[in-house]
């Protein structure tokens, strides 16, 4: 069974950098699958940050101003996200996810169950 | 970026109701349109993607249609566990865009 936990400090003061890893079991992340990173502020919508590639290629969201840096380390089976300058905009649930591709589609098939980040001095 | 347009925002329904969500895009995407259920407290859950084809698990009460910018989400059968947030999601280019939701309860 796949599983993904994100984990990382819970608060974060303002212009600091947010830092969050995601574990995942039963699955290797050094194969040809992405691996990303959602966002969901209190009340509000689903925000796509970025994914990463075992083979170190990164796609993310100009939203965020190049604040976003993602890494991956297949010797532990985790990937990472930071975010760097961070305001009380970025107070969030992160979530991990798989991107899995079948055929040309490709899509979020599985989901860690959330880590909340709170921006707050 | 493509924008995303979902209708209604929420809707009232009872077990058993079928109902249907809308999203729009604000481009032509083809069939590169996702679905998927986020129960209170929960992360979301991938339900339909290419726009029709329904993921490995999920019952048949769930259908997805449509192409180009207007697509649709068809629950045939409310059950207790589908009263939650509907989310639609593009994968034709990035940023990857979700739309703003969509709340069924009772």
């Known amino acids: 069974q796949v599983q993904l936990q994100e984990s990382g400090p819970g608060l974060v003061k303002p212009s600091d950098t947010l830092s969050l890893t995601c574990t995942v079991s039963?699955?290797?992340?050094?194969?040809?699958?992405?691996w990303g990173w959602i966002r969901q502020s209190p009340g509000k919508g689903l925000e796509w940050i970025g994914y990463i590639h075992h083979r170190g290629n990164t796609y993310s969201n100009s939203s965020l101003k190049s604040r976003v840096t993602m890494s991956l380390d297949t010797s532990k089976n985790q990937f990472s996200l930071k975010v760097n300058s961070v305001t009380v905009d970025d107070t969030a649930v992160y979530y991990c996810?798989?991107?899995?591709?079948?055929?040309?589609?490709?899509?979020?098939?599985?989901w860690g169950r959330g880590a909340l980040v709170t921006v707050s001095s | 970026d493509i924008q995303m347009t979902q209708s209604p925002s929420s809707l009232s329904a009872s077990i058993g109701d079928g109902v249907t969500i809308t999203c729009r895009a604000g481009q032509n995407i083809g069939t590169y349109l996702n679905w998927y259920r986020q129960q209170s407290g929960k992360a979301p859950e991938l339900l339909i993607y290419g726009a029709s084809s329904l993921q490995s698990g999920v019952p048949s009460r769930f259908s997805g249609g449509g192409s180009g910018t207007d697509f649709t989400l068809t629950i045939s059968s409310l059950q207790r566990e589908d009263f939650a947030t509907y989310y639609c999601q593009q994968s034709y280019n990035v940023p990857l865009t979700f739309g703003g939701g969509t709340k069924v309860d009772i």
């Open positions: 996810a798989r991107r899995y591709s079948f055929g040309s589609h490709w899509y979020f098939d599985l």
């Open positions: 039963g699955y290797s992340v050094g194969g040809n699958d992405w």
